[in-house]
Nanobody, 124 residues
Framework: QVQLVESGGGLVQTGGSLRLSCATSGLTFRDYSMGWFRQAPGKEREFVATISWNGGTTYYADSVKGRFTISRDNAKNTAYLQMNSLKPEDTAVYYC?????????????????WGQGTQVTVSS
């Protein structure tokens, strides 16, 4: 059974930092690219960041570029999202996802497995 479990969310003040983790099981982690998405109340789910199977390529949404960093540890079957300089508009439920496409993937429809999400709230 494939599982993706996010952790590390919480409440933080504007300008603060959080590190999200996505622990996976039931899949061969290195055979998947990974992505992070987020969904704020009343809004569509949006792409945040993606990383290729070996970590060699990353891509970010313009709204988080320069503030967020996606990474992965294939030995630990875990992906990460380091979030710095957080803003109130970053408040959302954050989801990790795995795609069998080995390259970076932006479209949510191309991801095969999803986590349950973790809440990030940035207070002003």
């Amino acid at each position: 059974q494939v599982q993706l479990v996010e952790s590390g969310g919480g409440l933080v003040q504007t300008g603060g930092s959080l590190r999200l983790s996505c622990a996976t099981s039931g899949l061969t982690f290195r055979d998947y690219s990974m992505g992070w998405f987020r969904q704020a109340p009343g809004k569509e789910r949006e792409f945040v960041a993606t990383i290729s199977w070996n970590g060699g390529t990353t891509y970010y949404a313009d709204s988080v570029k320069g503030r967020f960093t996606i990474s992965r540890d294939n030995a630990k079957n875990t992906a990460y999202l380091q979030m710095n300089s957080l803003k109130p508009e970053d408040t959302a439920v954050y989801y990790c996802a795995a795609s069998r496409l080995l390259v970076i993937v932006v479209a949510a429809s191309l991801y095969d497995e999803w986590g349950q999400g973790t809440q990030v709230t940035v207070s002003s």
